[in-house]
């Protein structure tokens, strides 16, 4: 059974930090892991999306990386704002169909 | 692009009722639905897929009379807790997918639902 886990649960930084956050998954058959925005009360935005064959993705101060033989993916933040405060899910699409497993999210909060 | 709509997005009510949440693919025709609950400060939980014209695949646990998923057109499913519980109370989500496994799952605002 796939598990993901984010490390750390929660994070807080000063506005223009540069950050880091982690996700691992226990199987490596995967079709693609998903970056995903979470804000209070709502529903998910797609930040940004890596099919297993690739190694990384960006998207403006976003950049994901994907090692998918050792089960692990990192979302870098440059130049943090407060804007970016929300939780961050990642989740992997498994091989077998086409089910998400999520991990439980890092809390982020960048102080202005 | 790819926007889905979820309605509504808070739902207050009495133990005992049912409730219908409704998940639109506005700009896209979407092949495959997911239904997911979330717990407080908890992550996602997939409750059941659904593709359209065809029955949803539930998630183990998950009761299907409970919980009734109907698909019925490629813009539309709906989920409709039946005689709801305070247990029941929780956020959920759906998604939406258009074509292939290899394209990214668009998900809805959620609705709060708060069974008294």
């Known amino acids: 059974k796939q598990e993901v886990t984010q490390i750390p649960a929660a994070l807080s930084v000063p506005e223009g930090e540069n950050l880091v956050l982690n996700c691992s998954f226990t199987?490596?058959?995967?079709?693609?892991l998903q970056w995903f925005r979470q804000d209070p009360g709502k529903g998910l935005t797609s930040l940004l999306l890596?099919?297993?064959?690739?190694r990384e993705q960006t998207s403006g101060r976003l950049n994901a990386s994907l090692d998918k033989s050792s089960g692990r993916s990192t979302l870098y933040i440059a130049a943090s704002q407060p804007g970016d405060s929300a939780t961050y899910l990642c989740?992997?699409?498994?091989?077998?169909?086409?089910?998400?497993?999520f991990g439980e999210g890092t809390q982020l909060t960048v102080n202005p | 692009g790819a926007v889905v709509s979820q309605h509504p997005s808070r739902v207050i009510c009495k133990s005992g009722t049912s409730v219908k949440i409704e998940c639109r693919s506005l700009?896209?025709?979407?092949?495959?639905m997911f239904w997911y609950r979330q717990f407080p400060k908890k992550s996602l939980m997939l409750m059941a897929t659904?593709?359209?014209?065809?029955?949803?695949?539930?998630e183990q646990g998950v009761e299907k009379d409970k919980f009734l998923i109907n698909h019925a057109s490629l813009t539309l499913s709906t989920l409709t807790v039946t005689s709801a519980h305070p247990e029941d109370s929780s956020f959920y989500i759906c998604?939406?997918?258009?074509?292939?496994?290899?394209?990214?799952?668009?998900f809805g605002d959620g609705t709060r639902l708060s069974i008294l």
């Open positions: 998604s939406a997918r258009e074509g292939q496994y290899n394209q990214p799952q668009h």
């Open positions: 199987d490596s058959a995967i079709y693609n």
């Open positions: 890596i099919q297993s064959s690739q």
């Open positions: 989740a992997v699409e498994e091989a077998s169909g086409s089910r998400l497993t």
């Open positions: 700009d896209f025709q979407a092949t495959t």
């Open positions: 659904s593709n359209e014209g065809s029955k949803a695949t539930y």
